[in-house]
């Protein structure tokens, strides 16, 4: 599985972005898809995982009610909706994908169950 995440930027406070991870390879319904970020000298941190179809998702707390992920089967394409940004939410992005059989609501908040990972998107919110 390859997988490539875009559409980070720098905004204001309040605003909103879109990340996109675009995925390619074989069986990609055998993969949860998870987002993580990670900001400077911290570690990195869960933020969203969806199974492939997009019927089961789940947020860590602090995004909740802000942020939104989604899926497009049909461009092997999963989204990450950003509203309401904080300048906490500033962060390099990245997407990784894990075997969903192996992602638990337990286990999904480790970065290594996910074996495969695409490069990071930068989102700079100014306050």
């Known amino acids: 599985v390859q997988l490539q995440a875009s559409g980070g930027g720098l905004v204001q406070a309040g605003d909103s972005l879109r990340l996109s991870c675009a995925a390619s390879g074989r069986a990609l319904s055998d993969y949860a898809i998870t987002w993580f970020r990670q900001a400077p000298g911290r570690e990195r941190e869960f933020v969203g995982v969806?199974?492939?179809?997009?019927?089961?998702?789940h947020y860590t707390e602090s995004v909740k009610g802000r942020f939104n992920i989604s899926v497009d089967n049909g461009k092997n394409t999963v989204y990450l909706q950003m509203n309401s940004l904080k300048s906490g939410d500033t962060a390099v992005y990245y997407c990784?994908?894990?075997?969903?059989?192996?992602?638990?609501?337990?286990?999904?908040?480790?970065?290594?169950?996910?074996?495969?990972w695409g490069q990071g998107t930068q989102v700079t919110v100014s306050s």
């Open positions: 990784a994908a894990g075997l969903v059989h192996r992602i638990t609501t337990m286990n999904m908040v480790l970065p290594n169950e996910y074996a495969h």
């Open positions: 969806t199974n492939w179809r997009g019927t089961s998702i």
